[in-house]
Structure formats: structure tokens, C-alpha cells
């Protein structure tokens, strides 16, 4: 008794809910927008088609039907009608008298392929049925809880890092170079300890040029080996270089070694997926899942004149998030 009452006072679809929360509110009749979700995921499906949502296509009979989606294949010459039917409310599965009245639509018209689609179940005899004309079955409905079970919805990392810190690099002079050197130093303002963190020092090697000293040191300390923690000490074999500030002449250096620490450190962190789960697809007898996120459903619109499924267009990106913050 207790679940009878709750079906009555269900009265509003999930995937009405679903369409208005990603496109907006839309008045129409009952199960429209579950039509309408279906379309936008087939045009997710197929991106380079054209999905039309509410057709009206002529048989050979010569009789109108009117079809839920449309599906014209990119470049393959293929049309797929799709039926849709949103039980949402009345719980229902889908049964072999809408698979029949499907099928003399199909039979008319003549498509490459037919879809049934809803949000709940098939009968035995609708999908037996089904399998006898060739039409294809799936269920297209809400991602629940349950669904998450085996898949990858958080990723743990643990990572080692070993990293060189505190660099602290000795040039060695001559004592008029030395000279030099700290009076070069003086008129540009550059703090003697702090030569290394400028890119006004360069360092001339034989055979390669003059490079930003900075850059120099940072290309050895990243080439020293980092297995063991702890301070270290790099002498760096220096013969025929030269030192300079700005543009004020070239200091012979007779060494240069670089006092720096090696670090060890554990990160740990884990990544949470970054698109929510909405709804997924199962393709029955085909395979695997698809799901579809509410991120990728506000990407396209249907347009109202057409009924054509197409990328969303910025004024309509823009009314959408004007229409998100006056709800917040």
C-alpha cells in the first residue's frame, strides 16, 4: 500500500528534472524531455551527424509518423530512428505492443537501423520480439550509486620526490679577477651572494657560448645523482671559462664548485573525477556501458524551430549561467 501511494505522489519524471537542471526549463508534454536527453546523447554519440529530435517523416505508404529522434550518420548514408519512452513515473517496462506499433513505423519508412529506448526494462516478449525485426534495445536512465561499482572514480597517489635545494655556488678568481669581479658586481647592485638568482651574470664555455649563469648551474645541479639524502658538494670542471656582468668584460675563473642539499620527500594525494556522472547507456546485447556527464550535456542545444540537436551557441551559454546564479 505504502508503495502504491509513493507512485501517486510521484508525479514529475527524474529526467524532466535532469533536462531542465542542464538545458533549462522547457514546457512540454509528458516524456518530451526524456526525448530530448536522448537526443543530446546521441549527438555525443556522433558528433559530426545530425540529430533531430520530433521528425515527421512520410512512408511509402504515404502515411506520417512522427519520430522521436532522428539520426542522419556523417558521411555513411545512414538514417537510425530512435523511439523513446519515459516509464520514469509509472515504473512500467516497456512491452511488446509498443515494439509492434515501433515496428510498423520501421517497416513504412524503411531506416538502416531502429532503437527503442526507455529508462526501465523490457518485457520477455517485447525484446524476443525485438530480436525477430532486427530492432535494437537499450536503456537509457540515471546514474545511480550502484553504478560506481568497478569504475574508476579516485586515483590515490604516492609519489617520491627527490628534489636538490639550497644551491650555493663558489666561483674562484685570481685576486685582480677577484677584484673585478666584486666591482662589476657593486655597479649593477647585485648582492655578491646572490649572483646566481640574476640573469644579468653569464658564463662564456669554449665551443658553446655565452650563457645566463643561472641557467648554467640549475642544468648541473639537475644532472647530479639524487639516490642518497643529505648535503653534497659538485665541483664542476670550469677550464677556459669565463665569468661576466651585464656587458662589462669577461672574468677568467680558475673554479667553481656548488655546495646543495638533497631532498627526499613523500606526497601523497588522491584525484576525484572531475565531471559528474548523469546518465548512462546501456547498449543491451552490445557491449560495454557508455556514461554521460552533466558537464557534456549543457554543450549542445536543441534548436526550437528545427528540432536540430547543435553546439550551444555563447548568448545561450550566457542566459543559461545568468539563469544558474539567480537560482543560487
Not at 517496462?93 to 526507455?118: H, L, N, S, Y
Not at 529508462?119 to 540515471?142: D, G, H, P, Q, W
Not at 665541483?235 to 665569468?243: K, L, Q, T
Not at 576525484?272 to 556522472?277: F, H, N
Amino acid at each position: 500500500m505504502k508503495k502504491s501511494s509513493e507512485k501517486q505522489l510521484k508525479k514529475q519524471s527524474r529526467y524532466d528534472e535532469l533536462f531542465e537542471k542542464y538545458q533549462g526549463i522547457l514546457k512540454t508534454g509528458a516524456g518530451t524531455k526524456y526525448e530530448m536527453l536522448a537526443a543530446l546523447v546521441f549527438k555525443l554519440l556522433n558528433e559530426s551527424g545530425v540529430v533531430i529530435h520530433d521528425l515527421t517523416l512520410i512512408g511509402e505508404t504515404g502515411t506520417e509518423a512522427q519520430i522521436d529522434v532522428c539520426i542522419e550518420e556523417d558521411g555513411a548514408n545512414r538514417r537510425i530512428l530512435v523511439e523513446c519512452k519515459d516509464f520514469d513515473v509509472s515504473e512500467n517496462p516497456v512491452g511488446i505492443g509498443i515494439v509492434r506499433c515501433f515496428w510498423a513505423v520501421v517497416e513504412d519508412i524503411k531506416p538502416d537501423d531502429a532503437i527503442i529506448i526507455t529508462c526501465n526494462s523490457f518485457t520477455k516478449e517485447a525484446m524476443e520480439y525485438a530480436k525477430a525485426k532486427r530492432i535494437k534495445l537499450a536503456v537509457l536512465r540515471e546514474f545511480l550509486e550502484t553504478d560506481k561499482k568497478g569504475r574508476i572514480l579516485t586515483i590515490y597517489y604516492h609519489l617520491k620526490e627527490r628534489s636538490w635545494t639550497n644551491p650555493d655556488p663558489h666561483l674562484v678568481f685570481s685576486n685582480q679577477n677577484e677584484t673585478k669581479w666584486q666591482s662589476d658586481l657593486r655597479a649593477l647592485g647585485i648582492d655578491a651572494r646572490d649572483f646566481f638568482r640574476t640573469d644579468s651574470v653569464h658564463i662564456n664555455i669554449p665551443h658553446q657560448g655565452r650563457l645566463i649563469l643561472r641557467t648554467f648551474l640549475d642544468d648541473v645541479l639537475n644532472k647530479q645523482p639524487r639516490d642518497v639524502a643529505g648535503h653534497k658538494k659538485c665541483d664542476v670542471p670550469v677550464e677556459g671559462y669565463s665569468v661576466e656582468v651585464d656587458k662589462r668584460g669577461a672574468i677568467p675563473i680558475e673554479g667553481l664548485y656548488i655546495d646543495f642539499d638533497i631532498l627526499h620527500t613523500d606526497i601523497s594525494y588522491r584525484s576525484i573525477a572531475p565531471k559528474v556522472a548523469t546518465l548512462i547507456l546501456e547498449r543491451l546485447h552490445e557491449g560495454d556501458d557508455i556514461v554521460f556527464y552533466g558537464e557534456d550535456l549543457k554543450r549542445f542545444e536543441i534548436d526550437s524551430k528545427s528540432g536540430e540537436v547543435k553546439p550551444k551557441s555563447k548568448r545561450s551559454m550566457k542566459y543559461r549561467a545568468e539563469d544558474e546564479a539567480s537560482r543560487e
